[in-house]
């Protein structure tokens, strides 16, 4: 994919997601949306206190604003493309024309970002992602309580980029 002029729109972290299907089990991670992609990265090299002090402003941000759509500076566009390259097999990326369904589910515990798009290999994929406002880490990560966020600004800035 060219990485020309390619920018960053949004970043969410302690996300839940991760394909929708029969026996396939979500996973904590990083959500991106660029003006060419989004990326879901579930492996990188971010440091650990980094990721506290960005997940606690982000807890701030989203209980005076449901709004999804913010950006971190602690996390770049080098760094993206750096964990996109050295754990490709952990993290996701959708360019954003591969993309034919966006909408989000508003649940009682939370609300859910679902997208659709065409894989590799020409199948329909099917992620679904939350927002997460805390957790049980013990024995495995699992989603305890989810954030009420307002998904529709944010699929209209993807869509904006879809050609």
């Given amino acids: 994919m060219d990485r020309g002029e390619e920018r960053v729109l949004s970043i969410l972290y302690s996300v839940w997601g991760g394909e929708q299907g029969f026996m396939k089990r979500g996973r904590e ?14 492996k990188t090299g971010m440091g650990v206190d980094v990721w506290k002090r960005e997940v606690d402003a982000q807890v701030k941000e989203l209980h ?38 966006m909408y ?3 649940k009682r515990y939370g609300s859910i970002l679902r997208l659709v798009f065409r894989g590799d290999d020409g199948s329909s994929k099917r992620y679904a992602f939350t927002v997460v406002r805390s957790w049980i880490r013990y024995p495995l990560a699992d989603p305890v309580e989810y954030e009420h966020v307002d998904w529709d600004r944010w699929i209209a800035l993807a869509k904006m980029y879809i050609k």
Avoid: H, Q
């Fill in 104 to 106: 989000c589910e508003e």
């Fill in 64 to 101: 005076r604003s449901r709004d999804p759509v913010r950006i971190s500076k602690a996390y770049t566009l080098d760094m993206l493309y750096s964990d996109l390259e050295n754990y490709r097999t952990k993290n996701l990326s959708i360019p954003l024309e591969n993309i034919l369904e």
């Fill in 29 to 42: 991670g990083i959500l991106v949306l660029t003006s060419k992609r989004v990326a879901f990265i579930s």
